[in-house]
Nanobody
């Protein structure tokens, strides 16, 4: 059974940092591209960062240089280090991956950034 469990969200002041974690109970984790998505209130969910099985990364432009996605394949965990947070970074962050059965999601973790 596929399970993605995120943690690490919370309330932080602008300029602060958070580190999100996603533990994945999935087969072949080390081969899968893992994504972090964000959904802000009233907005569509958007891809924030991705990391391939061999740790190649890609970022949404507004977070490039501030966020770092990484993974620990032995722990089946993907991380999102978020620095210099801005109010516009707030939202529910979910990790996700795609298979031929569709896209799979965790329950998400809330990030709130106060100005």
């Amino acid at each position: 059974q596929v399970q993605l469990v995120e943690s690490g969200g919370g309330l932080v002041q602008a300029g602060g940092s958070l580190r999100l974690s996603c533990v994945a109970s999935i087969d072949a984790f080390g081969l899968r591209t893992m994504d972090w998505y964000r959904q802000a209130p009233g907005k569509q969910r958007e891809l924030v960062a991705s990391i391939t099985g061999d740790s190649r990364t890609n970022y949404r432009e507004p977070v490039r240089g501030r966020f770092t996605i990484s993974r620990d394949n032995a722990k089946k965990t993907v991380y999102l280090q978020m620095n210099s947070l801005k109010p516009e970074d707030a939202g529910v962050y979910s990790c996700s991956f795609f298979t031929r059965d569709g896209r799979h999601w965790g329950q998400g973790t809330q990030v709130t950034v106060s100005s």
